[in-house]
Each structure stands twice: as C-alpha cells, then as structure tokens.
C-alpha cells in the first residue's frame, strides 16, 4: 500500500521569501510518479509539478522545484520567491505506475504568506 | 490538457435524499476518477470510472453508496444515494491523460451540503 505524509499542517512565510513543504512517501512500487497540487481557497487543483521515480534530475518549474531524495523516500517542493498568490493548500501526491493515473494525496499543508 | 465541467457546483440537500453528480470532459479519455474532499481534510478517491463496464471502487466505498455510471469516453456521473451529514463534502471528477508523467485534471468539484 501506498502512503504520503505531510507534516506541516500549516505554513507562514514573509513575501518574497523561499519555503520548503514537507513530504515523504511509502510503496512498495519500484515505479511511481510523484505530482504537486495546489489548492486556493476557490476550490480547484491546480498541478504544480510532477517528478518519476527513475528520473535523475529534481523536476523544475517555474519558482517550482522538487527536492526529490529517492533513498529517503521524500519529494518536498520549493517555492522560491514566495508571493501573496502562494497563500493556499498544497497538497503532495503519488501514483504508482501500475495503476496508471490513479493518485493519492497527504493531508496537505496550508501555507499563508505575509506581505 | 483536458477541460472539465461538473453539475451542481453546489446543492444544500435533505438528508436521505440522493444527487446526481454529472461530470463532462471536452475530449476523450481513458482514465476518469471521482475523489470526495470532506471539510479541511485531503481528497480520497472513490473509484474509477471504467467506460462500459462496472467502475472499480476503493476500500470503504460501495456501488449501492455511490452508483456511478460511465457511458462514453468523455462523460460520468456520480450519485450519492440516502444522503446523511457525514456526505458533506466537496465531490470532483479527475482525468488523467494517460501520459507518462500521469498528470490529473480536476473539474471544479461539486460541494454538497446534507442537512
């Protein structure tokens, strides 16, 4: 079965300022995907950025980055130049490859920015 | 990308009353899901929507709960039957692509309320 975990229920950072959102993962799975989500106060997911098990370099994009660790089993995402339109739950998330785009999600972090 | 739209986005209901989810995609896809977000927790998925054949339910969800129906490549629908309290929750219907970075849509999500 698989897990994530997020450990930060919630987040304050000053504007402009770089934050980094805690995940770690547990499968059994030797391929799987890892994604982030954002989710504004409006309701919608919005995908941020996706990182493959057997991919070699941290996935980039944007002032999106993901800090992956293989070994430590954590995908953490790093948002540099944080701006008040961060303010949001983000949510890490995981498919396993053998279940095509199934996905489950952590509990999420609320991260609020500070002008 | 895929553009989803669901029906309601939002309904206030009678508790042991049942609604009807509808969930639209302006293209075909392979994969469609419906995840359920109760108040301030992360999304859960129900099942997966299978065009043509029964949907595949996840642990603690059943058919008789949240018959879901699954006509073509591009719509579904959820119901949620004999509704209490505990069903109030945000209900959105995900696709995936189907490509390698196994990347989800999400449509609005329909927020009900069981009183």
């Known amino acids: 079965a698989q897990k994530i975990t997020q450990t930060q229920p919630g987040m304050f950072v000053q504007e402009k300022e770089a934050v980094t959102l805690d995940c770690t993962y547990d499968t059994s799975d030797q391929s799987y995907g890892l994604f982030w989500y954002k989710q504004p106060s409006s309701g919608e997911m919005i995908f941020l950025i996706y990182q493959g098990s057997y991919d070699e370099q941290n996935a980039t994009e944007g002032r999106y980055s993901l800090n992956f660790q293989k070994a430590r089993k954590s995908a953490n995402l790093v948002i540099s130049a944080s701006q008040l339109g961060d303010s949001a739950m983000y949510f890490c998330a995981m498919s396993p490859y053998s279940s095509a785009s199934k996905i489950i999600f952590g509990s999420g972090t609320r991260l609020s920015i500070r002008p | 990308s895929a553009v989803i739209s669901q029906k309601p986005s939002r309904d206030i209901c009678q508790r042991g009353t049942s609604l009807t989810i509808q969930c639209q995609v302006d293209?075909?896809?392979?994969?469609m899901f419906w995840y359920r977000q109760q108040p301030g927790q992360s999304l859960t998925l129900i099942a997966t929507a299978n065009q043509g054949s029964e949907a595949t339910y996840e642990s603690g969800f059943v058919i008789d709960k949240f018959p879901i129906s699954r006509p073509n490549l591009t719509f579904s629908t959820l119901t949620v039957s004999n509704m209490s309290p505990e069903d109030s929750s945000i209900y959105l219907c995900?696709?995936?692509?189907?490509?390698?970075?196994?990347?989800?849509?999400f449509g609005e999500g329909s927020r009900l309320t069981v009183l």
């Open positions: 293209s075909q896809v392979t994969m």
């Open positions: 995900s696709v995936g692509t189907g490509l390698n970075t196994g990347e989800l849509f």
